[in-house]
C-alpha cells in the first residue's frame, strides 16, 4: 500500500500532496510532519488501519512537543477504514460531496493518480445471509490501488469536522 497525503481546504478545495512507498516509520513521520507545517494543517485524520494507530499516537506526541514552537497541529483523528460500517459511511459523504461538487480536486502532479482511481474506484453489492452488503475499492488487479481515493475521504471528513466546529 501507498502513504497519501491529502489537504482539503474548507471550500473543498483538494490537492493530493504526497504518495510514497516502501519508507521506513521515522522518515514517514517526518514527511508528514513537514507537510503539516508547510501547508498549516490543523486537523489530521489518519488511516488507522495498518501503522495508522502508531502514526496516529507518534502525531500527537508530536504536536505537544511542537506546541508552544507554533507548530500548527490542533487535533489528530485516527479513523477505522477496517470497520465495513465506518468506510461505507466515510466514502459515501465523500461520494456525494463529489457528485454535487463541494469537492474540486486541484491540478499538480499526483491529481491524475487519484483521478485515475477515483474511475476505477468502486462499491460492489452483494447479499450475504440474506443481507446486502457493500464493499468500496479497487477492482483487485495487480497494480491498482484505491489509496488516494481513501485518503480524499479521511480529508473531507476531516474538513466537515473543521465546518462543524465553526457553527
Known amino acids: 500500500d501507498w502513504t497519501v497525503v491529502t489537504k482539503i481546504n474548507v471550500d473543498g478545495e483538494a490537492e493530493v500532496l504526497g504518495r510514497w512507498r516502501h519508507e521506513d516509520y521515522p522518515s514517514t513521520t517526518k514527511r508528514i510532519v513537514d507537510l503539516i507545517s508547510e501547508h ?8 488507522k488501519a495498518q501503522a495508522g494507530s502508531y502514526l496516529a499516537d507518534e502525531l500527537r506526541r508530536i504536536q505537544r512537543e511542537r506546541k508552544r514552537d507554533g507548530f500548527p497541529l490542533q487535533e489528530v483523528v485516527a479513523y477505522e477504514t477496517f470497520s ?21 480536486v486541484l491540478m499538480n502532479d499526483l491529481a491524475n493518480v487519484l483521478r485515475y482511481e477515483l474511475c476505477r474506484f468502486q462499491g460492489i453489492r452483494r447479499v450475504s445471509q440474506g ?16 489509496d488516494c481515493v481513501l485518503s480524499l475521504c479521511l480529508a473531507n471528513w476531516a474538513r466537515l469536522r473543521l465546518l462543524d466546529r465553526k457553527t
Open 131 to 146: 443481507r446486502e452488503i457493500v464493499s468500496y475499492g479497487c477492482p483487485q488487479t495487480y497494480g491498482e490501488h484505491d
Open 40 to 47: 498549516q494543517v490543523t486537523l489530521v485524520c489518519v488511516d
Open 84 to 104: 465495513p460500517g465506518k468506510k461505507t459511511t466515510l466514502i459515501e459523504t465523500a461520494r456525494g460531496d463529489v457528485q454535487h461538487q463541494r469537492i474540486r
